[in-house]
């Protein structure tokens, strides 16, 4: 029995979410990327699976298998997330960026293995573009929602990042805790509204925590309409 959440108030709604990380290619046989598992998004997947949405996971390389009835895209670089997440932009009613999205890609992609040389090697990295920020450019009706992982000053980061991305929502993460966050079961979060004074959502596990986001992304939503 499902005791952590039995609504079904997300019913005819349709949830896009990004998950895990994104990897860009050095060479044919390297990449660059981060830490991320994509169990934050993959259990908001579950839990909007849950609550009766149709639900679009957008997805970087994990390990992890989606929730039987969640529609399963997979990506690996930034470029790609991009042109799936604004595809599916357009027909969701809520999206969430959970991916951790490389931030930069490597300049010109080398066709064959590159071969040490004794010398040193320097990679030139060209910024990617801002896939949130992008959606909170087009955003109509939907409720967008993105994370911010910091390592310090998590209330002034996530604010500046709900201003200039035009979210509606911040889920503010503290990367710097080995307890939570990257890689583990378990997440405490604080939630970043331009209404509301942040709100903290005690430490537990993912699926929970993300049943308790819904809450709040659910309540905008009806509140939009
Ligand atoms: N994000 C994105 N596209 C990028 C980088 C980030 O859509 N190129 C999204 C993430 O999915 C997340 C939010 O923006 O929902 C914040 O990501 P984060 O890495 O915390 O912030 P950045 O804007 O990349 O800034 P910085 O890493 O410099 O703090
Ligand atoms: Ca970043």
Same mark, same amino acid.
């Given at each position: ?11 005819g ?21 981060n ?10 997947? %579950?839990?909007?699976?849950e ?22 895209n997979?990506i ?8 799936? /997440?604004?595809? %599916? ?60 992982? %910091?390592?310090?000053?998590?209330? %002034? ?5 709900l ?5 509606? /929502? ?10 939570i ?45």
């Amino acid at each position: 029995i499902n005791k952590i959440n039995s609504k079904k108030d997300l019913v005819g709604k349709k949830v896009v979410i990004s998950a895990g990380s994104t990897i860009e290619p050095i060479d044919p046989v390297r990449y660059i990327s981060n830490y991320s598992s994509g169990k934050m998004g993959y259990a908001l997947a %579950e839990a909007a699976f849950e609550r009766g949405a149709s639900v679009t996971l957008v997805s970087g390389p994990t390990n992890l298998l989606a929730t039987p009835g969640v529609k399963i895209n997979r990506i690996k670089t930034t470029k790609e997330l991009e042109r799936k /997440m604004n595809e %599916e932009f357009k027909t969701a009613d809520i999206a969430i960026m959970a991916a951790a999205v490389s931030d930069y890609h490597v300049a010109k992609v080398a066709n064959n293995k590159i071969k040490k040389t004794g010398e040193k090697l320097t990679l030139e990295l060209v910024q990617n573009p801002d896939i949130l920020k992008g959606l909170g450019s087009v955003k109509e009706k939907q409720i967008l929602v993105g994370f911010a992982a %910091e390592t310090n000053n998590l209330y %002034e980061n996530a604010q500046n990042k709900l201003l200039s991305k035009h979210a509606d /929502m911040i889920v503010g993460n503290d990367v710097s805790r080995k307890d939570i966050g990257f890689g583990n079961d378990d997440n405490e979060v604080t939630l970043f509204t331009l209404k509301n004074s942040p709100i903290k959502l005690p430490k537990t596990n993912k699926k929970e925590l993300s049943h308790k986001i819904l809450d709040v992304i659910v309540e905008k939503l009806m509140s939009k309409e």
